[in-house]
């Protein structure tokens, strides 16, 4: 009876499944807990499609088996809960896959019908005489224009090759610079290999998705907070609205399938093996706290010794540093942190610190009980060799590895099977255009699987983390939900996120340099190791003296002169050593601003900035204490 | 509504000031002289599906349209420049909806009141720090925790994944459904402590629910709170998912340690906005939100109020819930009256329809009450009683949560299943009469639930 409780959501409609799951004392409460059903769908859906592969369950046995779950310790109840463990939903999983094959089925259809339709016109306007060649500029008149030109009708078709589509800000000359190694592979995307769209975004559309972003303010932090643009934010409250108008409705027949929608396109775009491997939470945050709690149990219930270790580079983000402190030392886990040296020359220097973290860990027959590596790490920022490291860590016995790659979707190549770590997580609000917040943690299908919960519990406790992830309790999933648009978002673009990282990590870099040589300063790192966001080192006569000063700067930069841009204050090294850090003609470099580009930043954006920066040298003493207090986050 | 900013110095709070922090709203709201006309109030939840009767308002609550909009400017505030929006709007806003939260509860200190997602989070920051406890050998292990057997499915499951796997045991409260009288649920609450300290066991904790969720009853915690106090149970933590704006919520009245309530169930907010009030002592300074982000350490308001980047609005609105309940005559105690007579009033008259009777005396129910349905229905199990709810959804328009409860032995023809209608602002008699006479359709067309599967 009571099955309804421990979880899922079928829809009320599906009647052909059999009720198993019993229970003889606890109650229904709230409408959160319905479900009544096991998922699987009888097994001639699968059937019926021979030539799909099938998709196992990542987690789970079979939806066929049915698992018996007594109630732990529940004592003086009696009560036994027969569910299946079936986190993957392999079955609701070959439905969206259906779904979204007949979908294209029918865009390819349509495309073709339209295809042949211009195909008419063009003859039949050829054969008028009207039409000899389409010059290649005309070709980025917009489609809500041609109405109002019905005597010339262009053919709008996608060529990703031709020059015609570039856009002016973005050009290809840094393409050569880039590290293809370091950036973990080739550049080629699951998802934008096949742009849907006959034409790629103009700038002016540019420009109105982001227009609700304040006028005035040269935005060159999107590493911080990320953007989202208005057709993406238009969808975003389409779901918000659609939960008031009939919440009951929405949970029972739009939340699930919704979220598993978002979970199949991430899974295409970081090439997972299987849905069930991919979990939404509100950021990466949020992961940390869902891996570092596995591990603190790990301590906590003796499955490892005191003082084993934690890996991790010291200039991890704040927050997981934070985690680690609440989850794995309070629990009696011992960490290491790598040093990493900044300025940076190459990626040699971060394998060969990391490779002595691992020994310092390992040292007294102490186990590394996981790794955490930065995809890119925040600031400062440098872009991490992972797929070497997380070698390493597998060469070296690292029982487990988290890749916490908050920056990475949208800036960076990401492929999960590549890199090997058995956690990955990436923010999607960042550079992938979702609204705040959503991210997603993959996590490798191994025996750790069971043991992953999100720390909010719901009626979905025990049904694997991505089911426990899509319900924690009534609030606004809508950040979720709108994946697809943000997937439709990017694919208008040339080259789709592939494109956009390109050019992104080319304008970053090129802007980076101009201010450089401006300033007479250098960069952080060498350009292979960045990727949308590059540290471009600050006039030692800014003089920066500590974190203080460049929070003071960052505040001063954008009260007095409407530039956004995070600053990093890097102490100088021991006195005396010839490496002691970059200097100018004026001393060493204390300060580097993080530089970033995304889609809608123009010149003038970084040149506002190095103006800036001018003038404050100009004037000479910096009148420090005038500057305004901030406090939070760099 | 021009009319809202005369009524509204009291509420405009501006820190911790003592003139002001001595107003407790609730208790003497300040009317606006025009109050919400009949035609905004329908504007104000046209948004609603129309034509549907909306007797659920427990399980996702509803958020008007004022509200909505200010949900939204406070999203593209932040989407406008967001670094400017973290340094120098985020944390002042917060605080102001904690002070708003504070004056309405009655709490000593704005320090008290977090702000968190919704119940199922506070209740897991109030678990994990049980579950520590149990871990670091401050509580043995065998240590009771006692919870009502009625207490939110979720809640039972954070209670077995932290109280219990760190090695604490639990004792459920039996309780009596249909109920008839407070003392039936205090006899069995003392009867659970007797039992949860045999063997010279400590009682740790108690989950108590103010208003459980289903079968929906309204619980006398103040009284279950002070017997906690005389039995030394150590925290106590009541879970009032559906508190505020649907029963007397009073911090120092009701004396927990730890006490949570949803603001969008009850009072307006969009999804999802929920207050954790943690009782000022030594003992408590050790509560985190288990997402750690770098306020970790600086007390719980504030690793609450930053947990990542990540959308704030709905605990943004909170000054502007206020702004909407004032409207209303006698503010939100007033429309929490309203509401309770007025679904008291629709469930007498279902189950004078029907034949049936309620669940609980009125004096035990809040803005829901629970209504016996006719047995030849024929509801046997909680699949069918979900069965039932989704087929009132689709074929009559009707949202309303069914309950199901096992018939005790040889009771004849006897009523299993119980519909938990709701009543807030927004509801007309109408909604009740269709959902009145779905049923009686549905038993003149001799329909069993057994059809349904």
Excluded at chain 1, 389 to 407: M, N, P, S, T, W
Excluded at chain 1, 483 to 504: K, L
Excluded at chain 2, 298 to 317: F, H, K
Aim: aromatic fraction near 8%.
């Amino acid at each position: 009876m009571l099955g309804g409780l421990y979880g899922y959501l079928p829809p009320p409609s599906d009647e052909d499944k059999p009720t198993n799951t019993t229970t003889t004392v606890w109650s229904i409460f709230a409408p959160p807990q319905t479900i009544l059903k096991p998922q699987s769908k009888p097994k001639t859906t699968q059937n019926s499609l021979p030539t799909r592969p099938h998709s196992s369950p990542a987690i789970a046995p079979s939806p066929d088996d049915v698992v018996a779950l007594p109630q732990p310790a529940l004592v003086d109840v009696t009560s036994t809960v027969i569910e299946e463990h079936d986190p993957a939903r392999p079955n609701d999983y070959e439905d969206y896959r259906r779904e979204k094959k007949k979908k294209e089925v029918d865009v390819e259809i349509n495309r073709e019908l339209e295809r042949r339709r211009q195909e008419e016109e063009e003859r039949e306007m050829r054969e008028k005489g009207n039409l000899v060649s389409t010059p290649v500029s005309a070709q980025r008149v917009t489609r809500h224009q041609l109405p109002q030109h019905p005597k010339i009708k262009i053919i709008l078709s996608f060529n990703p090759a031709s020059p015609a589509f570039t856009l002016p800000l973005h050009s290809h000359s840094d393409t050569s610079a880039m590290d293809q190694e370091a950036r973990n592979g080739e550049l080629t995307h699951h998802v934008s290999k096949k742009p849907k769209l006959t034409r790629c975004i103009s700038e002016a559309e540019i420009r109105d998705e982001f227009s609700h972003h304040q006028h005035g303010v040269a935005r060159i932090n999107n590493g911080s907070f990320g953007s989202c643009p208005k057709s993406v934010l238009a969808d975003q409250q389409k779901w918000q609205l659609k939960f008031l108008q009939q919440p009951d409705d929405f949970y029972f027949n739009s939340l699930r399938k919704g979220i598993l929608e978002s979970r199949a396109a991430v899974k295409d775009l970081i090439n997972a093996d299987d849905v069930g491997e991919i979990s939404l939470v509100d950021n990466a945050t949020t992961a940390a706290a869902i891996v570092l709690q596995q591990i603190g149990r790990g301590f906590t219930e003796g499955r490892f010794h005191r003082n084993d270790t934690v890996l991790m580079l010291h200039c991890a983000f704040q927050a997981v540093k934070k985690s680690i402190q609440a989850y794995v030392t309070r629990a009696g886990g011992s960490v290491v942190e790598v040093q990493l040296p900044f300025p940076l020359a190459s990626e040699e220097e971060i394998i060969n610190e990391f490779k002595k973290g691992i020994e310092k860990g390992k040292k007294d027959g102490k186990m590394i009980r996981l790794a955490i590596i930065d995809h890119i790490t925040s600031m400062p920022c440098v872009v991490i060799p992972v797929r070497k490291l997380v070698k390493i860590c597998r060469d070296e016995g690292v029982d487990q590895v988290f890749v916490d790659a908050a920056h990475a979707m949208g800036s960076i190549k990401i492929d999960v099977k590549e890199i090997g770590a058995d956690f990955y997580v990436s923010n999607l609000h960042k550079w992938f255009f979702c609204p705040p917040s959503v991210a997603f943690l993959y996590c490798r299908k191994s025996i750790l699987s069971s043991d992953m919960h999100h720390p909010v519990v719901s009626h979905e406790f025990g049904n694997g983390l991505p089911i426990e992830s899509a319900w924690i309790g009534t609030r606004d999933y809508s950040a979720q939900l709108v994946i697809p648009s943000a997937v439709t978002f990017v694919s208008r673009f040339e080259g789709g996120i592939d494109g956009i990282m390109q050019r992104n990590h080319e304008q970053a870099l090129k802007m980076a340099r101009m201010l450089a040589n401006a300033w007479g300063t250098s960069l952080g790192s060498p350009p292979e190791i960045c990727a949308a966001m590059v540290m471009v080192g600050l006039p030692s006569r800014l003089r920066v003296m500590g974190e203080d000063d460049a929070l003071r700067l960052r505040g001063h930069l954008r009260v007095r002169f409407g530039v956004e841009v995070p600053i990093h204050y890097q102490a100088p090294k021991d006195d005396g050593q010839p490496q002691a850090g970059a200097r100018d003609k004026d001393g060493i470099i204390t300060g580097y601003a993080r530089i970033s580009h995304q889609v809608y930043n123009t010149l003038e954006d970084y040149e506002k900035f190095r103006d800036a920066v001018i003038l404050l040298v100009e004037e000479g003493q910096l009148d420090v204490d005038s500057w305004e207090e901030f406090n939070g986050i760099a | 509504m021009s009319s809202c900013h005369h009524n509204h110095h009291n509420m405009d709070i501006n820190g911790c000031d003592a003139k002001i922090s001595d107003t407790h709203l609730p208790k003497k709201p300040k009317l606006s002289p025009t109050l919400i006309s009949d035609t905004e109030l329908e504007s104000e939840f046209s948004h609603h599906v129309q034509n549907i009767a909306r007797i659920n308002n427990g399980s996702f609550g509803c958020c008007p349209k004022s509200v909505m909009s200010a949900q939204q400017k406070w999203q593209l505030e932040f989407l406008k420049q967001p670094d400017d929006f973290y340094f120098n709007r985020l944390k002042e806003g917060i605080l102001q909806s904690r002070l708003v939260i504070k004056d309405l509860v009655n709490a000593d200190h704005v320090d008290e009141i977090s702000i968190v997602d919704n119940a199922t989070t506070a209740a897991a920051i109030v678990l994990q720090s049980v579950a520590w406890d149990f871990i670091q050998g401050k509580f043995n292990k065998g240590d009771a925790a006692v919870m009502l057997h009625y207490a939110y499915g979720a809640v039972k499951k954070s209670v077995e994944a932290y109280v219990t796997r760190a090695g604490g045991y639990v004792i459920e409260v039996e309780l009596p459904f249909p109920v008839n009288s407070v003392s039936e649920i205090i006899s069995e609450f003392r009867r659970a402590l007797e039992r949860g300290k045999v063997n010279g066991r400590k009682v740790r904790l108690a989950v108590i629910d103010h208003v459980t969720s289903m079968p929906s009853v309204v619980i006398p915690v103040k009284e279950l709170v002070k017997i906690c106090r005389e039995e030394g149970v150590d925290k106590v933590f009541v879970d009032a998912a559906h508190g505020i704006g649907c029963v007397d919520v009073d911090m120092k009245e009701i004396g927990a340690d730890f006490y949570t309530s949803n603001l969008h169930k009850w009072f307006f907010c969009p999804p999802a906005a929920a207050f954790l009030y943690c009782r000022k002592s030594s003992e408590i300074d050790d509560l985190h939100h288990p997402v750690v982000s770098h306020e970790y350490g600086n007390g719980l308001a504030i690793e609450s109020a930053w947990i990542g980047t990540r959308d704030y609005s709905a605990q943004l609105v909170v000054p502007k819930v206020l702004e909407f309940v004032n409207r209303f005559e006698g503010g939100i105690e007033g429309i929490k009256k309203r509401n309770h007579k007025a679904v008291v009033e629709m469930g007498e008259m279902l189950a004078k329809a029907w034949g049936t009777h309620l669940g609980s005396p009125p004096e035990m129910c809040s803005s829901m009450i629970m209504v016996g349905l006719p047995a030849s229905l024929g509801i046997s199990s909680d699949s069918v009683a979900l069965k039932l709810r989704t087929h009132l959804r689709n074929n009559f328009s009707v949202e309303v949560p069914i309950y199901y409860r096992a018939p005790g032995d040889g009771v004849v023809n006897p009523v299993t299943g119980y519909a938990r209608i709701s009543h807030q602002v927004y509801n007309k008699p109408d909604d009740y009469y269709r959902f009145r006479d779905a049923i009686n359709q549905l038993v003149n067309d001799k329909f069993t639930c057994e059809l349904l599967s």
